[in-house]
């Protein structure tokens, strides 16, 4: 019909050349907002999995000298606590859990290994405690960014052969 509105896939080349089409850009507030409410929903559905992992990360957060039994003690809290839930499978507990001790002992033992000579115990100890401070950090932060990636997932349940699953009438 003359005078109607015209689909855009079919306006002449000319009009769409003469009006600058600019995307519209995301503003930082709507990004934010938009991340804390995902976040928000997220923690309300998975309620132990939010708790494992916020308090494994802060753990990895507050770990310095002081407070070191403190962030020992919540990290081993977190742990505890994500091992309850079936959201994630024994595999993911177990790199989520094991992967940071196990992170952190290898680190230590690889940077004693390719540091110098020492000549008594106390710089032994020395060594060790100023290398696995940034170790024990980064890798309870890598544990808890893990358990999140993967809860995020959501789970996907045991895969059933067709032969077992059950049949609808």
């Not at 109607?4 to 709507?30: C, M, N």
């Not at 020992?72 to 606590?81: E, K, T």
């Not at 890798?139 to 609808?168: I, M």
Request: proline letters at 8%.
């Amino acid at each position: 019909p003359v005078g109607a509105a015209q689909d855009p896939a079919t306006r002449s080349t000319r009009a769409f050349v003469t009006r600058r089409w600019r995307p519209q850009r995301a503003q930082l507030a709507d990004v934010t907002r938009n991340a804390a409410g995902r976040a928000a929903g997220f923690s309300r559905r998975y309620r132990a999995e939010t708790a494992a992992i916020v308090l494994m990360a802060i753990a990895g957060l507050i770990y310095p000298f002081p407070i070191w039994v403190i962030g020992c003690f919540v990290w081993l809290i977190g742990a505890a606590v994500a091992a309850v839930p079936k959201t994630w499978t024994v595999v993911e507990k177990s790199v989520g859990i094991v992967g940071p001790p196990t992170l952190v002992i290898a680190g230590t033992a690889v940077t004693l290994a390719l540091g110098g000579a020492r000549t008594t115990m106390a710089a032994y100890v020395h060594e060790i405690l100023a290398n696995s401070v940034p170790l024990i950090k980064i890798s309870a932060l890598a544990g808890a960014g893990y358990l999140a990636w993967r809860a995020r997932r959501g789970s996907s349940g045991p895969s059933l052969p067709p032969w077992n699953r059950p049949h609808r009438i």
